[in-house]
């Protein structure tokens, strides 16, 4: 017999899908951030050392900062990792219904701010399509594309929430106020 007393996932393979995102998720900003910081360094070392430097790093970096940080927030959202003001909840948790419904309420608002920050994070794409940057060449959609990536996932995860009525996190030990 096993020692282990943890409960079975009622969804098989879901534990290791969360898990696989989070690996993904976890390479690609160390990506991101080991390509910005090998550009930096090149284009420092190059600027003083040589009194020239690579114009493309600029770009790149940018890019590559602004894919890094949709990236970190989607990831971070399942872990419970955003900002949150919890003493109307925390004082609500021993009430089921009010705690609920506050729950219920909060969810369905990330879903309405992700509906707003993917509505103008598309425009943006629609806008950035026809132009290009300067050095790189790349479509200019690649900027406000990662924020249209990032909402439509958290409000995926934040959907998913609602219909399986997962209670509220209330934060890593979080302290009430």
Known sequence: MSADNSLPDPQPGGE???GG????????????????AVAVFVNVVLRYGFGSGVAASEELSRLLFVWMVFIGAAAAYPRGEHMAFTTLAGMLAKRPLA????????RLLVIAACGMLAWGAWQQVVVGMDSHSVVL???????PLPALLCSAAIAVMALVELVRRTPLDLGHGAELE
Do not use: H
């Open 137 to 143: 060449g790349y479509s200019s959609a690649l900027l």
């Open 16 to 18: 290791a899908a969360k």
């Open 99 to 106: 705690f609920g419904l506050l729950t219920a309420l909060i």
């Open 21 to 36: 995102l989070e690996r993904t998720a976890e390479m690609l900003m160390a990506a991101c951030l080991g390509v910005m």
